[in-house]
């Protein structure tokens, strides 16, 4: 396949060609105003699951992202529900290093860099045991659903920026922030709830998220109070929105098809 430039255990590496793009179109994930030539490769994490009507407006590496979605960045750590919004810069952080150990180098722990496994054949004889690190270090930020972070946000890895919550721009988010919550601030803290706790309750509770996006036209989003109500009135008649699901297995058959 000659859109297959590099693939290793937990990563693919692809040229975007006339054939790739035409694939990425038809599964409706878009990358904001760039065509197929402007993007030329892409990293596609082999765990990862996108919804139909994604969008990678900046960035080459792909990840989990629901409908209705868009990132501004190239963050590769994260895994994103429906229709949040990953402003410009938001970044997670990087791998732990080990704070418990004699080094916080990670030399004595792992292999990734040429100039350390040089290091290691010729003043070591290449037969050392590497170290394993006593904490290993946490997986992807999680963003569940309708989140928004604004520029230059940075998050921990590991934590979960739950449904309807805002980070605010310039935060550093190191834990999680509950549903509907507004954060700010360098460790970032709690301003405010977006709307009273009752109401956020029954926002999690309605799992609008789930429905046809039809819901969002249907009823009046400018009054959530509303809005719920229309959504028990009219919720049975409409069908339960199930896009279409596209990753590493659904190419790999595409392009081998």
């Not at 904001?32 to 900046?58: C, V, W």
Request: charged share 25%; net charge neutral.
């Amino acid at each position: 396949m000659d859109e297959i430039i590099a693939e290793h255990p937990r990563m693919v590496r692809l040229r975007v060609t006339p054939r790739l793009w035409e694939i990425l179109q038809r599964h409706r994930i878009s990358f904001g105003a760039r065509d197929a030539e402007r993007l030329g490769a892409l990293d596609l994490p082999k765990t990862a699951r996108i919804e139909q009507y994604a969008d990678f407006t900046n960035g080459t590496t792909l990840h989990t992202m629901g409908a209705f979605s868009y990132t501004m960045t190239g963050e590769p750590a994260l895994i994103a529900g429906r229709y949040c919004s990953i402003a410009d810069q938001t970044a997670v952080m990087g791998e732990r290093h080990p704070v418990e150990h004699v080094t916080t180098s990670t030399f004595p722990i792992r292999v990734p860099r040429p100039s350390w496994v040089w290091a290691r054949d010729e003043l070591l004889g290449g037969d050392q045991t590497l170290v394993p690190p006593m904490v290993p270090t946490k997986g992807p930020a999680v963003l569940e659903h309708d989140v928004w972070t604004g520029n230059r946000v940075l998050l921990a890895r590991g934590i979960t920026l739950h449904t309807g919550c805002v980070a605010g721009a310039g935060s550093v988010v190191t834990r999680d922030v509950p549903p509907y919550a507004i954060v700010g601030g360098n460790p970032a803290r709690v301003i405010r709830l977006r709307f009273a706790e009752k109401l956020v309750e029954r926002l999690v509770a309605s799992r609008w998220w789930e429905c046809h996006p039809k819901i969002l036209f249907t009823c009046d989003i400018r009054d959530p109070e509303r809005f719920l109500a229309r959504l028990e009135e009219v919720r049975a008649e409409l069908p339960v929105f199930s896009p279409g699901v596209f990753g590493w297995e659904v190419l790999r058959g595409e392009l081998e098809g």
